[in-house]
């Protein structure tokens, strides 16, 4: 089972005798009892029927024996029951084990195979802490090395594993005259070690041990009244463990990585006991700790580092007065990507924001950090006798230095040298400036499914003024409008010292109520004109607006009432679709070869909270049954349901919003249209592979609304590039003229097909290369890939390639 068991002392032939008199014995009466037993139902304790309390009034010595029995049995028997309660039962405080029966039942643990339920540990478990230290010496190599094994074993059951590390651990602190319970802060992670190391004799200090003990016992997210009182006393017995609560949560924000489940539930509850401090620095404490314990790793952003502990942190920072736990939580409403945190989050902010007369939106708003950053977006900051400053570009934070107004490539060896405290916050509020962005840029565009307006005031101090959400505010189409029925489009010009909507042609519109511009309520004239107008201005937008695709409910989707089959039957690179869901704020299953692994409904809270769309997909059976990983997956049903309540309510089609039916809609066609195989080039060249017939089909497939947005944008860039001459639109393709061929590139799947013959041509580019054109938007790869394309083939006798060439007729001829 492992290296614990060569530590253990061997029994001699007398002690083993001594231990096995009787058992057999022992073992007949007790089954019997089980089996008249048996008739009730398994899934209750066998120990609360009638016939147990036979059992109970067995003398001390015979339920021993019994208790050994049915050890052995848990360790490699089939009894159709857990049988901890039994084994629980038998060996009550007044039976005499020795040292001798513990050995005995550690061998036997060791050739056993053992279950989930954790049985076979629990008579080990409840005799080494009564023996005497002097006892139990010699086994304390063999049972710190146990503890070490179990706190990594993930096939036991938490509950019976956590009992057997707390009663285990008891027992070596007993031998030891450990202070701190070997239970808490153990070796399962790097967490415990380091914070031991660190905080050393602070841990042993008086009142501390219970304190810890009193926290790890909680064992839910809402401590009773009784767990409260507890807490609260042994807060006043001891002075100094607030001090200790402090340091330790101080250490996990530090942390900064995964703890393990026991640790969790020990900084769950010390999380209860920093609540019951009210001061401002309790609750900074409590908003870093609540980000760190919902923090997840960068590959797993499902897992938080501590779940548990973030859950309660959450409920506790709602609590909390001041905008530090508004901020927080709105950061990791956009953040979070675990499904359970994320809703407690979301449940918090409407529970702040219903508290202080606001919707979930508008906390969500109110509370973007600025992180002292000035109007412009620019922090200086004078270290030594340079000045660091912290500033955005485009999209992104960065930290540069100048000196006497010059400014420098790098970071200057002085400063790295001489300021590296200075250096290392000013790098960390990189990082946070970079993470408000990003969170941002999410946000803002969630408001496109939203039927929101502002005031012109709040607009311009919320989306202008701001120095982060200003970013994408001031590079975003907006409506105003005086009587709330006629509203006109103007993009925000700076007017002296305030801000106005103007215009196409720079007029300034009349202020009044403004809302974000949507092609779903505009007219196609006025779409087609913003269009050019973007692209005539060279202008940028965070993110497709002008050019965003629309969707319109079809009569096919209202025949079919409750849900849409409009991209079902596709068949999609999983791996990539599963990380696109996430990225664009889908919460979903992940899809595997286990029960329950096999299909998955990814969820999106769209219109502000009240709407909820979900889209079905399937995993794909690997032909070879030995392969357990997820390749592909197939797409079916999209629905929506209305929240009522607290409840999701499952909403016909007709009913949805436009605004939150096209923003679902688009999401969908864009996990198909990236994440299609029919995008990959190279699959024209597997035969009969059994997905052939659907790439065929859906590579030269009519264009879907994303494909038709880029149909417009090429319409209006290619004018302006040297190939203009060399291509010409048609309805699916950009057809180009090369010097040794004809192509045409298939505006939806990218796909190369060479003329006359229509024979696929291959193109993988590392990257796609697109000069110095100016695009209107960053968000559709496809467009930059197929404009790369296009300019390759149009000087397709320069192409070095190897690989393209072997596929180019003219080239295979002179050859």
Not at 258 to 279: F, I, K, N
Not at 758 to 785: E, K, N
Not at 797 to 808: A, E, F, G, K, W
Request: aromatic share 6%; glycine share 8%.
């Amino acid at each position: 089972m492992g290296d614990w068991t060569a530590l253990l002392p061997r029994l001699s032939d007398a002690d083993r005798r001594q231990v096995e008199a009787g058992v057999a014995e022992a073992d007949e009466r007790i089954r019997a009892v089980l089996r008249i037993a048996g008739t009730y139902f398994w899934g209750s304790s066998v120990t609360s029927v009638p016939e147990w309390a036979a059992v109970e009034s067995w003398p001390a010595e015979e339920r021993r024996r019994a208790a050994l029995a049915m050890h052995r049995e848990s360790a490699d028997g089939s009894t159709p029951t857990a049988l901890n309660d039994v084994v629980r039962s038998l060996a009550t405080e007044d039976v005499p084990f020795t040292r001798a029966d513990l050995v005995w039942c550690l061998e036997v643990v060791a050739d056993g195979d053992g279950f989930d339920n954790g049985a076979h540990l629990e008579l080990p478990a409840l005799i080494a802490p009564r023996l005497p230290a002097a006892e139990l010496a010699g086994l304390v190599p063999a049972l710190s090395a146990l503890v070490s094994e179990l706190v990594d074993d993930y096939f036991i059951a938490a509950g019976p594993r956590r009992r057997a590390v707390t009663l285990f651990g008891r027992a070596i602190d007993r031998a030891t005259g450990n202070r701190l319970p070997s239970s808490l802060l153990h070796d399962g992670d790097s967490f415990g070690p380091a914070v031991r190391a660190d905080l050393g004799a602070a841990l042993v200090a008086p009142g501390v041990a219970e304190l810890l003990e009193h926290c790890a016992a909680l064992d839910k997210p809402a401590a009773t009244a009784k767990w409260l009182r507890r807490l609260d006393e042994l807060l006043a017995a001891a002075p100094d463990v607030r001090q200790v609560v402090r340091r330790l949560l101080d250490a996990f924000t530090a942390h900064g990585r995964t703890v393990h489940d026991d640790s969790d539930r020990l900084l769950r509850g010390l999380v209860w006991a920093l609540s019951r401090e009210r001061d401002e620095r309790a609750t900074d404490l409590l908003a870093r700790v609540t980000s760190s314990a919902a923090a997840a790793p960068r590959q797993a952003a499902g897992y938080p580092h501590a779940p548990r502990t973030a859950i309660t942190a959450v409920r506790l920072l709602a609590d909390r007065d001041g905008d530090v736990p508004l901020r927080t939580l709105a950061r990791l409403a956009v953040t979070v990507r675990n499904k359970a945190v994320r809703s407690r989050v979301q449940a918090a902010l409407t529970q702040l924001g219903a508290r202080r007369g606001w919707s979930l939106s508008e906390v969500m708003e109110l509370t973007v950090d600025d992180h002292g950053l000035g109007p412009d977006g620019r922090l200086p900051t004078a270290v030594g006798p340079y000045e660091a400053t912290v500033e955005i570009v485009g999209d992104r934070a960065r930290l540069v230095f100048a000196r006497d107004g010059v400014a420098l490539k790098g970071v200057p060896a002085a400063v790295k040298q001489s300021h590296e405290d200075d250096l290392a916050h000013l790098r960390g509020l990189v990082k946070q400036v970079g993470a408000t962005l990003v969170s941002e840029r999410q946000r803002v565009e969630g408001l496109l499914s939203e039927e929101r307006t502002w005031s012109y005031p709040d607009w311009s101090s919320r989306f202008l003024d701001h120095p982060v959400t200003a970013t994408y505010g001031r590079r975003l189409l907006w409506e105003t409008s005086t009587d709330g029925q006629r509203w006109t489009a103007g993009l925000p010009r700076r007017d002296g010292d305030g801000w106005t909507i103007v215009d196409r042609d720079g007029r300034a519109l009349a202020p009044g109520s403004v809302r974000l511009w949507h092609p779903v309520r505009a007219s196609t004239a006025d779409v087609l004109a913003w269009r050019g107008h973007l692209v005539s201005a060279g202008l940028t937008q965070p993110f497709k607006q002008v050019f965003r695709e629309v969707y319109p409910r079809t009569p096919a989707e209202e025949r079919t009432h409750t849900y849409s089959n409009r991209f079902a039957g596709h068949i999609l690179r999983y791996r990539q679709a599963n990380a696109l869901l996430r990225a664009r704020g889908w919460q979903a299953g992940y899809l595997g070869t286990w029960d329950g692994g096999y299909d998955s409904e990814a969820t999106k809270v769209l219109g502000g909270g009240a709407w909820r769309a979900s889209f079905d997909h399937a995993l794909v059976d690997n032909p070879d049954p030995h392969h357990y990983d997820v390749e592909y997956c197939s797409t079916d049903q999209v629905r929506f349901a209305r929240l009522d309540g607290t409840t999701w309510v499952p909403a016909p089609v007709i009913d949805v919003p436009p605004l939150v039916f096209s923003e679902a809609m688009r999401d969908v066609d864009l996990f198909v249209g990236v994440t299609s195989i029919a995008t990959d080039p190279q699959w024209a060249d597997r035969g009969e592979d059994r997905f052939s017939a659907y790439w065929q089909r859906t590579a030269v497939a009519e264009l879907t609304p994303s494909a038709q947005v880029r149909r417009d944008a090429l319409a209006r860039l290619l004018p302006r590039m040297a190939i203009a001459d060399r291509v010409d639109l048609t309805d699916r393709y950009l057809r180009v003229r090369g010097n040794l061929g004809a192509y045409r590139i298939h505006l939806g799947s990218g796909n190369v097909m060479m003329e006359p013959d229509d024979a696929y041509l291959c193109i993988v580019a590392a990257r796609a290369q697109t000069g110095r054109l100016h695009l209107p938007f960053d968000d559709d790869p496809m467009l930059s890939t197929i404009l790369s394309k296009a300019i390759m083939l149009a000087a397709d006798d320069r192409i070095t390639d190897p690989t393209v060439l072997s596929q180019l007729p003219s080239v295979r001829a002179r050859r």
